[in-house]
């Protein structure tokens, strides 16, 4: 049969068109991991942070090649920082069919979050949870975050380096599976007087009451387990008292906003945490420019933790022979990590192990007064 050349070219187009379609329907779908977090509740101003980092960890990691040549794509649901939204927002992430979520923003979160996610056989993995209540399971359950065993040692440790003899606590209860955790870790290491006064910032909080508790006792030395805007209502309330002893808080109150709702009266104090601000690491420096550049905003220490935390999975999901919840935590495990944020590895439970900073407010900037 003679062909002619219009028809060759034709039969060749149709090849190449359906080579073409065949590579495109072989080619592997995307790797889906989820994001779990308060964006629309009490505080949802952080998890706006926390999904900028990650957006732009996912971005960098495909532009890199993505996962052995297949995408990475996060599916991002708001929690609202309430029960019925937490099993909605991980339920429909695990109806997808992600191999991991990060999340939640608060540890009480996590914390009723942890049986439902592990259950379903997906990673649970996050940076924003301290409570010990999570600490040495064998299950599939991964942090970047200081746990408050640590947490709790290196405040006691810190009381003891500056003298103190009487804490006061202020504890706000919306955050309870932090903040008692919390409380009774640094009491495992601190032989001094203590006294606790509690409130939830959910409800109409009597200031009055509150630091007059604080107060009446004479404590050397308070620590604010509270989030940024009630630490800094906290911090204006003492002063206005002429309270003049030391005053700590946690890393919950390390953003931004603490200044603004604190203003000169966060002067000297200091934050226990696992993030240093004065990061000069190239690496941070370049994801500090992005940041801004992309989403007009200030790193902060909730996005450089989901990037960290996002490239951490990714390094991992990489040397997976499979991708599965199992395979992802031993390949987490089995390897240790030189992050934006400084080195990292992981206990034989999936608990970070990383140093802890005091870092003290000087001119309302956060400055890092060394490794305690």
């Not at 999904?51 to 040549?69: H, P, Q, T």
């Not at 003891?160 to 209860?173: E, N, P, R, T, Y």
């Not at 992050?339 to 900037?365: A, N, S």
């Amino acid at each position: 049969m003679k062909l002619h050349f219009h028809h060759l070219v034709l039969l060749l187009s149709s090849f190449v068109c359906l080579s073409f379609l065949t590579s495109c329907n072989q080619q592997e779908p995307p790797i889906k991991i989820g994001l779990s977090i308060n964006l629309s509740g009490r505080g949802g101003e952080a998890g706006e942070h926390i999904r900028d980092g990650a957006l732009l960890a996912v971005e960098d990691v495909n532009n890199s090649g993505g996962i052995n040549g297949r995408l990475l794509e996060l599916l991002i649901r708001d929690d609202k920082n309430s029960d019925e939204g937490i099993r909605k927002a991980d339920e429909s992430l695990i109806d997808e069919g992600v191999v991991a979520i990060i999340g939640h923003s608060y540890s009480s979160n996590t914390v009723k979050a942890h049986p439902f996610v592990t259950s379903r056989n997906t990673l649970l993995i996050t940076a924003y949870t301290g409570s010990t209540q999570l600490s040495g399971q064998d299950d599939l359950f991964v942090r970047t975050s200081v746990d408050c065993s640590l947490l709790g040692q290196k405040t006691a440790t810190l009381l003891k380096q500056k003298g103190v003899q009487s804490v006061a606590f202020l504890k706000d209860m919306t955050n309870s599976a932090f903040v008692v955790d919390y409380a009774n870790r640094i009491q495992e290491h601190f032989s001094g007087a203590v006294m606790e006064v509690e409130f939830n910032s959910r409800e109409h909080a009597d200031w009055e009451r509150i630091i007059h508790e604080l107060l009446e006792p004479q404590p050397d030395a308070i620590v604010l387990l509270t989030e940024a805007s009630m630490t800094g209502v906290a911090l204006q309330k003492i002063a206005a008292r002429n309270f003049t002893g030391t005053r700590i808080a946690t890393l919950w109150a390390q953003t931004p906003g603490l200044m603004r709702h604190a203003g000169n009266s966060a002067e000297g104090l200091s934050i226990i945490t696992f993030i240093t601000p004065d990061n000069t690491r190239p690496a941070y420096m370049r994801f500090a420019h992005e940041i801004e550049a992309k989403f007009h905003k200030k790193a902060t220490a909730r996005s450089t933790r989901a990037y960290e935390m996002v490239t951490i999975l990714a390094d991992a999901l990489k040397r997976c022979p499979d991708i599965n919840s199992g395979e992802l935590k031993k390949a987490l495990l089995a390897a240790e990590y030189d992050t934006l944020m400084g080195h990292v590895k992981f206990d034989p439970y999936g608990d970070v192990i990383r140093p802890v900073y005091e870092v003290i407010v000087q001119e309302q900037q956060f400055h890092n007064n060394g490794e305690i």
